[in-house]
């Protein structure tokens, strides 16, 4: 499956931004989705996955409680709210997919989005 990855961008410190994630493929609701980030210098990091239908979801414990993942499968879309941004958030966002279950670390994940840079700075 294809993904594109939107939605990034530019945010003071407390402001909000919802990433999205689209697919090319209709059939997208087979796929478990992961969003990931990755700092300058830093490794892989994995941010918040859902399940399938959407009834499970798992957050990083650094975002939970201001990130929410959800997705809509007629749409073919998976976005990433993000609220309470912190300078600490900044990174290339990605999204993943994978058959089965969720996951949370990165080498679970076959198909990969090209990323979308977010920079939390006043």
């Known amino acids: 499956v294809q993904l594109q990855a939107s939605g990034g961008g530019l945010v003071q410190p407390g402001g909000s931004l919802r990433l999205s994630c689209a697919a090319s493929?209709?059939?997208?609701?087979?796929?478990?989705v992961g969003w990931f980030r990755q700092a300058p210098g830093k490794e892989c990091e994995f941010v918040a996955t859902?399940?399938?239908?959407?009834?499970?979801?798992h957050y990083a414990d650094s975002v939970k409680g201001r990130f929410t993942i959800s997705r809509d499968n007629a749409k073919n879309t998976v976005l990433l709210q993000m609220n309470s941004l912190k300078p600490e958030d900044t990174a290339v966002y990605y999204c993943?997919?994978?058959?089965?279950?969720?996951?949370?670390?990165?080498?679970?994940?076959?198909?990969w989005g090209q990323g979308t840079l977010v920079t939390v700075s006043s």
């Open positions: 493929d209709r059939t997208f609701g087979s796929y478990a």
């Open positions: 859902i399940s399938r239908r959407g009834g499970t979801t």
């Open positions: 993943a997919a994978r058959s089965g279950s969720t996951a949370q670390a990165p080498s679970e994940y076959g198909s």
